[in-house]
């Protein structure tokens, strides 16, 4: 056997894994995802290399959002190869072979059984600055929620009866310290694109399109790396909006029944909220994403639906411009 196949079903805190041998799948079971997960699934996965002879390992694993990150930069470090296949291209095969996952279990068998099946290419790491600059933005994400939640507790809390002024105190120092350590992060960000100049230019070159700010720039910059990574450079803008989610999903059953057409949420859904917002902020000037939208609208499309779709352009236009190098044409990109 030349390779062991190994399909991962990962959360926030754990994950499940499964190997294909052969024409059948071995549950590995539910690891923590953490060092000490990572570390029993390679004891586990050596016991089966050593039994077959294998010579590769190959990790399957769905990208969600984040919570794969760790346990793919372990791979990477143990010389497995790691696959990151779209949702949307697992889910389309999975019907093709009659599958329908229902557990976390059945999905980790079923990772590994289309990677036996599939076949797909290894993928690359992220570049390092890149990584890095990813693991910045998750931090600054994680401090705002956190002084998000001070403040409001500190609101709810203010002018009510019998709160000791302990508690304020507290609340408010906690404030001033989220404070400080969000404006020191901030500077390392700032400082992190001086020293990666290419990075920069990148983000400058998104920042031209309507609905792109300072706050979604910089994560949509690393989305947009990260699929032109797991694509090798040939990714398609509609595999991109799969990739994220925001791939339409109408429903039919026979000939009269239909549902209002969703999206697959599939995902990373803090950069399909991004892109929402971004497009949302756009209707407030006269641009060509406000006139996207309003063409829909006046077609009888609702305005959430419509705002979904300026949200998916808002993607579109961001990898034509990302993947090309190019500056914002709208006379070219407005379709």
């Known amino acids: 056997m030349e390779r062991l196949v190994l399909g991962v079903d990962i959360s926030k805190a754990s994950f499940v894994a499964a190997l294909w041998l052969g024409k059948q799948a071995q549950d590995l079971g539910v690891m923590a995802n953490e060092p000490g997960g990572f570390g029993q699934l390679h004891e586990q996965v050596s016991v089966y290399q050593r039994q077959t002879n294998a010579q590769r390992i190959h990790l399957i694993v769905e990208p969600t959002g984040g919570y794969e990150l760790a346990l793919v930069a372990f791979a990477y470090s143990q010389n497995w190869d790691v696959s990151l296949p779209n949702p949307k291209q697992v889910r389309d095969w999975a019907k093709g072979e009659g599958r329908r996952a229902k557990t976390d279990r059945q999905d980790a068998r079923l990772l590994a059984q289309f990677g036996a099946d599939k076949r797909p290419q290894p993928q690359q790491p992220l570049a390092r600055e890149v990584s890095e600059l990813d693991t ?17 507790r500190l609101g709810e809390l203010q002018g009510r009866p019998g709160v000791p002024p302990a508690v304020e105190h507290s609340l408010q120092e906690v404030i001033v310290a989220l404070e400080k350590a969000l404006a020191e992060l901030e500077a390392a960000i700032t400082q992190h694109l001086r020293q990666y100049d290419h990075l920069q230019q990148q983000a400058d070159r998104l920042l031209s399109l309507p609905g792109i700010g300072q706050k979604n720039v910089l994560p949509l910059l690393v989305l947009l790396y990260r699929w032109h990574t797991l694509t090798h450079g040939q990714g398609s803008a509609k595999g991109l909006t799969a990739l994220v989610g925001l791939d ?34 756009a209707l407030h ?34 990898w034509a411009i990302f993947s090309t190098g190019t500056v914002w044409n709208p006379a070219l990109l407005v379709t």
Do not use: C
């Not at 339409?248 to 057409?261: D, H, L």
């Not at 949420?265 to 892109?275: Q, S, T």
């Not at 063409?295 to 419509?306: D, W």
């Open 136 to 152: 910045l933005l998750k931090r600054r994400q994680d401090l705002e929620q956190l002084l998000r939640q001070e403040k409001n």
């Open 248 to 281: 339409p999903q109408p429903f039919e059953s026979g000939s009269s029944v239909r549902r209002t057409a969703s999206i697959s949420h599939m995902g990373n859904a803090e950069v399909r909220r991004l892109l929402y917002m971004g497009a949302l902020g």
């Open 285 to 318: 000037g006269q641009n060509p994403l406000h006139d996207f939208y309003d063409r829909l609208v006046g077609r009888g499309k609702a305005k959430k639906l419509a705002l979904v779709a300026a949200s998916r352009k808002l993607l579109t236009w961001s």
